[in-house]
C-alpha cells in the first residue's frame, strides 16, 4: 500500500511542485482518478471509441462493481486501470501519482505496488505447480527465492489451497484456479485488486466462494473493482457504474451500501 497517497505533508516534501500543486486538488483518499479518458482504436477506415470520455474517482476501500452491454468497454477501462494498456487521451493518477509521466521502472514499480489484476481466464501457467505461478509475480521483488516461496504460501493458504501446494494448476477445478490467480493478484500485497469477470466461469456454488473471499478483502481494507454482467454479483459491492458505449451511464450505490451503512 502506499502510505504516502494524498498526503500532502509528504507530497510537499521531495515531490516536484506540480505534483504538490496537483495532489492537492485530489480528494485526500483517492487510489484511482481519471479524466476525461478516451481509448479510440484506429481501424484505418474507421474509429472504434472504446472508451468516450470517463470521469471517475474511486476512493481507497471502495468496493465498485463495473457492468454494461458486451462491447461497452469495460474491459478496455481495466486494462487501463491495470496499466496494461495505455488511454489514446486523459489523465490516470494512480495513487495520486500521473501514470502517462512515469518512467517504465517506476510503472512497474507503483504498478506491482498498487494493484492486482484477475482475468476471466485466470491466466495461468499450464504444468506449473500451483506455489510457482502464485511466486513468479515476485521474481523481480528482490525477495530471497525462499522469501518469495514463504509469500506465496502464504497468499495459497488464505485462499484455502493449502494442501494443493504441490498440484499442478491443469489438475485443479475452474473454482480452485480462480482461487489461485487471486493468490497470484494478493501475493505482492496491492492495495487494488482489479477483477474482469472473475465469477463468470464458475459455477454459482464456486462463484458464491470467490465473492465471500471479495467480502473478507473488501474488510481487510482492499479497493476492489469488479467487471460484472450478474447483477448477483454486482449487488455484493457498495457501488456500481454502469458504462453504454464507452461512458458512464449511471453511478450509485447499491442496496449492500445502504444496508452497511452507519
Ligand atoms: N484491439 C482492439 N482493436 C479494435 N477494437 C477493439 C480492440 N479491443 C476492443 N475493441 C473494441 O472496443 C470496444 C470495447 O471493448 P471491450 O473489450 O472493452 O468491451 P467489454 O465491455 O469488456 O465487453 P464484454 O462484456 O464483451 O467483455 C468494443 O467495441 C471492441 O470491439
Ligand atoms: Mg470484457
Given amino acids: 500500500m502506499n502510505e504516502n497517497a494524498g498526503n500532502p505533508?509528504?507530497?510537499?516534501?521531495?515531490?516536484?511542485?506540480?505534483?504538490?500543486?496537483?495532489?492537492?486538488?485530489?480528494?485526500?483518499?483517492?487510489?484511482?482518478?481519471?479524466?476525461?479518458?478516451?481509448?479510440?482504436?484506429?481501424?484505418?477506415?474507421?474509429?472504434?471509441?472504446?472508451?468516450?470520455?470517463?470521469?471517475?474517482?474511486?476512493?481507497?476501500?471502495?468496493?465498485?462493481?463495473?457492468?454494461?452491454?458486451?462491447?461497452?468497454?469495460?474491459?478496455?477501462?481495466?486494462?487501463?486501470?491495470?496499466?496494461?494498456?495505455?488511454?489514446?487521451?486523459?489523465?490516470?493518477?494512480?495513487?495520486?501519482?500521473?501514470?502517462?509521466?512515469?518512467?517504465?521502472?517506476?510503472?512497474?514499480?507503483?504498478?506491482?505496488?498498487?494493484?492486482?489484476?484477475?482475468?476471466?481466464?485466470?491466466?495461468?501457467?499450464?504444468?506449473?505447480?500451483?506455489?510457482?505461478?502464485?511466486?513468479?509475480?515476485?521474481?523481480?521483488s528482490g525477495l530471497s527465492r525462499r522469501e518469495r516461496m514463504e509469500r506465496a504460501r502464504v497468499a495459497l493458504e488464505s485462499v484455502g489451497l493449502q494442501d494443493r501446494l504441490d498440484h499442478q494448476s491443469n489438475e485443479l477445478s475452474g473454482g480452485q484456479r480462480q482461487r489461485v490467480a487471486i493468490a497470484r493478484a494478493l501475493v505482492n500485497q496491492p492495495s487494488i485488486l482489479l477483477a474482469d469477470e472473475p465469477t463468470g466461469n464458475l459455477d454459482s456454488h464456486t462463484g458464491e466462494e470467490i465473492l465471500g473471499l471479495f467480502d473478507e478483502l473488501h474488510r481487510q481494507g482492499h479497493t476492489l473493482l469488479v467487471v460484472t454482467h450478474e447483477d448477483d454479483v454486482a449487488a455484493r459491492a457498495r457501488r456500481c457504474i454502469r458504462l453504454r458505449d464507452g461512458r458512464i451511464e449511471s453511478d450509485e450505490a447499491t442496496a449492500a451500501a445502504v444496508h452497511s451503512a452507519p
Fill in 9 to 140: 505533508a509528504k507530497a510537499a516534501t521531495g515531490a516536484t511542485k506540480g505534483k504538490a500543486d496537483r495532489r492537492k486538488e485530489m480528494t485526500m483518499d483517492a487510489v484511482i482518478q481519471i479524466r476525461e479518458l478516451k481509448k479510440i482504436y484506429d481501424l484505418g477506415r474507421t474509429q472504434v471509441v472504446a472508451l468516450g470520455g470517463i470521469h471517475l474517482d474511486v476512493a481507497k476501500n471502495e468496493y465498485l462493481a463495473i457492468m454494461g452491454p458486451s462491447g461497452s468497454g469495460k474491459s478496455t477501462l481495466m486494462n487501463i486501470l491495470g496499466c496494461l494498456d495505455t488511454p489514446t487521451e486523459g489523465k490516470y493518477f494512480l495513487a495520486g501519482e500521473p501514470v502517462d509521466e512515469m518512467e517504465d521502472d517506476e510503472l512497474a514499480r507503483i504498478r506491482n505496488r498498487e494493484i492486482g489484476f484477475i482475468f476471466q481466464s485466470f491466466n495461468l501457467l499450464p504444468r506449473t505447480t500451483i506455489l510457482r505461478n502464485v511466486e513468479l509475480p515476485l521474481v523481480y
